[in-house]
C-alpha cells in the first residue's frame, strides 16, 4: 500500500498562476467574441428574413449557428469558473482579470456604438437594406457591453488593478466620435449655404439627409462622453492614463484640428484676395470644412484647456508644451515654404499662380502657427522656477533641437546632392535655384527652430545650475585656530559646504607674537590683525579648492601658515 503524496502549493512568486490567467482570459475574450459574433448573425437574419442577401448565405448560417452553440456554451463554462474565483482577492487584483474587463469593454463599447449609429444613419438616409445587419451586431455587443459593465461595477468582484481604464476609453471614444459628427455635420451645413451663396448645384443626397446622419453620429458620441465623464466621474480622474488620455486627446487633438482649421479658412480667404485663378466655387470648396473643424476644435481645446488648469502642474505642463509644439511646427511649415516661394518668385519673376499659391499657403500657416506659438512659448518671459526644474520641458527641448537638426543634416545632404547633380549634368536643364529652394526652405525653418531652442536649453541648464546648492565636497571640518575664527569659518563652510568645528589653540598668544612680533609693552597680541586676516582668508579658501573627503582638519598659524589634513576619505 503506498502512501499518499501531497501536491505543494506554488510558491510565492511563481509564474504557475500568471501562465493560467494568461491562458484561460484570452480564451475567455476569444470566446465571448465567437459568440458576439454568431448571435449577431442570427439575429441579423431573423431582422432581414425574406431578403435574397439573407436567404442565400447558407455558409454565413452555419458558422452563426457553430459560433453559436458551441462557443456560447464553452464560453458560460469558462466564465462561471472565471468569476467563482474572483472571491479570492489575489484574483481579483490580478492583471488578467483587469486587462480582459478592460479590453471587452473597450471592443463592445467601439463595435456596439458604431453599429447602432451606422443603423441608425441609415435609416436616416432611407436606405432599406443593410441597417439590419447593423442593428442586430449593435443590439449584441451593447448586452455584451452591458454585462461586462455590470461585472466592471460589481462590489465584491471588480477589477482592483486599472479600475478606472474603461471610464477613460469610454470618454475618449465618445469625445472622437462626437467632436467628428458635429464637424461633419456643421461641414455639410456650412457647404449648402456656400453653394447657395455661389449659385452652383449639388448632386446627390438631399443635404438635409447627409446633416442629420452626420448629426446622428454626433449625439451618440456627446452622450458617450457624457456618461463615462460626467456620470461616471472621468473629469475627476487624476491618475497618469486620464491625465495623458487628457493631453492627448482634448488638447493636441483638439489645438490640431483648431489650427489647421483656421490656417485653412485664412488660405482661402487670402487666395479670393490675391488669387482668383481658379473658379470661386472651387476656391470655396474647403471653406466649410475648415470653419467646421476650427469651430469645434476650439470648443474642445478650451473646455480640456480649463480642465487641465485645475490638474497637477506636470499635467499643465504638457499641455502648455504640446500647444507650443502644434504652433511651432506650422510656423516653421510656413517660414519654409515663404522661403521656397520667395525664391522661386527671386529667380523667376513672372513666377505662375501656383507659385503664389504656395506662397499664400505658407503664410497662412505662418500668421495662425506664430501667434499660437508666440503666445503658449512665451519666448520674453523667463520661466517660473518650478516650470525650470521639470523634465518635460528638457525633454521638449532636446526633442525639437534633435529632430531639427536631424532634418537639417538630411536637407543638406538634398542640397548638396542638388547642387554637385547640377554641376555635372547640363542636360537635364532647371536653375539651381529652383533645384533647391525646397530643401534651402526646409533648412532655413529647421536651422531656426534648431539654433533657437538649443540656445534656450543651455540657458536653462546655466540657469538651473546657479539655483542649485552647492555640492557638499567635505561633510565635516575641523579648524585650529586662534584669534576670530568667524571670518575663517565662513570660507570653509563657503568652499566646502561642511559643517565646521572650531578648536581654540592653548598657545594661540605666544606663538603669534613670537611668530609675528608684534609684541607691544610686553603684552601678546590675541590674534591676527584684520588685514593679515583677510589674507589668511584668501589663503584658506585656495586651500580647500577641490578637497574632498570625509573629514578635514584645517590648522591655521603660526602667522600666515595653513595646513590642510584630508582624516578620512568617502
Known amino acids: 500500500m503506498t502512501a499518499a503524496q501531497t501536491v505543494p502549493a506554488p510558491a510565492a512568486g511563481s509564474a504557475q498562476p500568471t501562465v493560467r490567467r494568461l491562458i484561460v482570459y484570452t480564451l475567455l475574450f476569444a470566446l465571448v467574441v465567437v459568440t458576439a459574433i454568431g448571435l449577431s448573425g442570427l439575429l441579423g437574419r431573423l431582422l432581414g428574413a425574406g431578403t435574397v442577401l439573407v436567404a442565400g448565405d447558407v455558409a454565413g448560417l452555419a458558422r452563426s449557428l457553430a459560433f453559436t452553440l458551441i462557443g456560447g456554451p464553452m464560453a458560460a463554462a469558462l466564465w462561471w469558473f472565471v468569476w467563482r474565483r474572483l472571491d479570492d482577492a489575489i484574483e481579483r487584483s490580478s492583471a488578467g482579470w483587469g486587462l480582459y474587463?478592460?479590453?471587452?469593454?473597450?471592443?463592445?463599447?467601439?463595435?456596439?456604438?458604431?453599429?447602432?449609429?451606422?443603423?441608425?444613419?441609415?435609416?436616416?438616409?432611407?436606405?432599406?437594406?443593410?441597417?439590419?445587419?447593423?442593428?442586430?451586431?449593435?443590439?449584441?455587443?451593447?448586452?455584451?457591453?452591458?454585462?461586462?459593465?455590470?461585472?466592471?461595477?460589481?462590489?465584491?468582484?471588480?477589477?482592483?488593478?486599472?479600475?478606472?481604464?474603461?471610464?477613460?476609453?469610454?470618454?475618449?471614444?465618445?469625445?472622437?466620435?462626437?467632436?467628428?459628427?458635429?464637424?461633419?455635420?456643421?461641414?455639410?451645413?456650412?457647404?449648402?449655404?456656400?453653394?447657395?451663396?455661389?449659385?452652383?448645384?449639388?448632386?446627390?443626397?438631399?443635404?438635409?439627409?447627409?446633416?442629420?446622419?452626420?448629426?446622428?453620429?454626433?449625439?451618440?458620441?456627446?452622450?458617450?462622453?457624457?456618461?463615462?465623464?460626467?456620470?461616471?466621474?472621468?473629469?475627476?480622474?487624476?491618475?497618469?492614463?486620464?491625465?495623458?488620455?487628457?493631453?492627448v486627446i482634448g488638447i493636441l487633438g483638439a489645438v490640431l484640428l483648431t489650427v489647421g482649421g483656421f490656417g485653412s479658412v485664412l488660405f482661402v480667404l487670402l487666395r479670393l484676395a490675391f488669387?482668383?485663378?481658379?473658379?470661386?466655387?472651387?476656391?470655396?470648396?474647403?471653406?466649410?470644412?475648415?470653419?467646421?473643424?476650427?469651430?469645434?476644435?476650439?470648443?474642445?481645446?478650451?473646455?480640456?484647456?480649463?480642465?487641465?488648469?485645475?490638474?497637477?502642474?506636470?499635467?499643465?505642463?504638457?499641455?502648455?508644451?504640446?500647444?507650443?509644439?502644434?504652433?511651432?511646427?506650422?510656423?516653421?511649415?510656413?517660414?519654409?515654404?515663404?522661403?521656397?516661394?520667395?525664391?522661386?518668385?527671386?529667380?523667376?519673376?513672372?513666377?505662375?499662380?501656383?507659385?503664389?499659391?504656395?506662397?499664400?499657403?505658407?503664410?497662412?500657416?505662418?500668421?495662425?502657427?506664430?501667434p499660437l506659438w508666440w503666445l503658449t512659448w512665451k519666448p520674453g518671459v523667463p520661466p517660473e522656477p518650478t516650470e525650470l526644474g521639470r523634465r518635460g520641458r528638457r525633454v521638449y527641448l532636446i526633442a525639437v533641437f534633435g529632430l531639427s537638426a536631424i532634418v537639417a543634416v538630411i536637407t543638406l545632404l538634398v542640397i548638396g546632392y542638388r547642387v554637385f547633380e547640377f554641376l555635372l549634368d547640363d542636360v537635364s536643364g532647371g536653375s539651381l535655384v529652383d533645384r533647391t529652394r525646397a530643401p534651402l526652405g526646409l533648412l532655413v525653418a529647421t536651422g531656426l527652430a534648431a539654433g533657437y531652442h538649443f540656445a534656450v536649453w543651455r540657458h536653462d541648464r546655466s540657469l538651473t545650475a546657479a539655483a542649485a546648492p552647492r555640492?557638499?565636497?567635505?561633510?565635516?571640518?575641523?579648524?585650529?585656530?586662534?584669534?576670530?575664527?568667524?571670518?575663517?569659518?565662513?570660507?570653509?563652510?563657503?568652499?566646502?559646504?561642511?559643517?565646521?568645528?572650531?578648536?581654540?589653540?592653548?598657545?594661540?598668544?605666544?606663538?603669534?607674537?613670537?611668530?609675528?612680533?608684534?609684541?607691544?609693552?610686553?603684552?601678546?597680541?590675541?590674534?591676527?590683525?584684520?588685514?593679515?586676516?583677510?589674507?589668511?582668508?584668501?589663503?584658506?579658501?585656495?586651500?580647500?579648492?577641490?578637497?574632498?573627503a570625509d573629514r578635514v582638519l584645517v590648522i591655521t598659524g603660526p602667522g600666515s601658515r595653513i595646513e590642510v589634513i584630508p582624516l578620512g576619505l568617502d
Do not use: C
Open 101 to 247: 474587463l478592460t479590453g471587452m469593454y473597450a471592443v463592445s463599447l467601439i463595435t456596439s456604438a458604431t453599429a447602432l449609429l451606422s443603423a441608425l444613419a441609415a435609416v436616416i438616409g432611407g436606405e432599406r437594406l443593410g441597417w439590419q445587419l447593423s442593428l442586430s451586431n449593435g443590439v449584441v455587443w451593447a448586452a455584451v457591453l452591458a454585462w461586462h459593465r455590470w461585472m466592471w461595477r460589481h462590489p465584491r468582484k471588480s477589477p482592483l488593478l486599472i479600475p478606472d481604464v474603461p471610464t477613460v476609453v469610454g470618454a475618449a471614444f465618445g469625445l472622437i466620435i462626437g467632436a467628428g459628427g458635429s464637424i461633419t455635420a456643421l461641414a455639410n451645413l456650412l457647404d449648402t449655404a456656400i453653394q447657395g451663396f455661389t449659385a452652383s448645384a449639388s448632386l446627390g443626397d438631399p443635404w438635409w439627409k447627409l446633416v442629420l446622419q452626420a448629426l446622428a453620429w454626433g449625439l451618440g458620441g456627446v452622450a458617450i462622453w457624457w456618461w463615462h465623464w460626467i456620470h461616471d466621474g472621468g473629469r475627476r480622474l487624476t491618475t497618469d492614463f486620464a491625465d495623458v488620455a487628457l493631453v
Open 275 to 370: 488669387d482668383r485663378t481658379d473658379p470661386v466655387s472651387e476656391i470655396l470648396e474647403p471653406l466649410g470644412a475648415a470653419i467646421a473643424a476650427g469651430a469645434v476644435g476650439s470648443l474642445v481645446w478650451a473646455y480640456h484647456r480649463a480642465v487641465s488648469a485645475g490638474r497637477i502642474g506636470t499635467t499643465l505642463q504638457a499641455a502648455k508644451l504640446v500647444t507650443s509644439g502644434v504652433g511651432l511646427a506650422a510656423a516653421a511649415t510656413g517660414i519654409g515654404i515663404v522661403v521656397n516661394s520667395a525664391l522661386s518668385i527671386a529667380a523667376t519673376p513672372l513666377a505662375g499662380d501656383g507659385i503664389r499659391t504656395l506662397l499664400l499657403g505658407g503664410i497662412s500657416a505662418l500668421a495662425v502657427g506664430g
Open 471 to 548: 555640492k557638499r565636497t567635505v561633510r565635516k571640518l575641523i579648524l585650529v585656530a586662534a584669534g576670530d575664527p568667524e571670518p575663517l569659518v565662513r570660507v570653509a563652510a563657503e568652499v566646502t559646504g561642511a559643517a565646521v568645528t572650531v578648536w581654540k589653540k592653548a598657545d594661540a598668544g605666544t606663538s603669534d607674537a613670537v611668530a609675528s612680533g608684534t609684541a607691544s609693552s610686553g603684552t601678546a597680541s590675541s590674534g591676527p590683525t584684520e588685514e593679515a586676516a583677510g589674507g589668511l582668508s584668501e589663503q584658506l579658501a585656495r586651500a580647500l579648492e577641490g578637497v574632498a
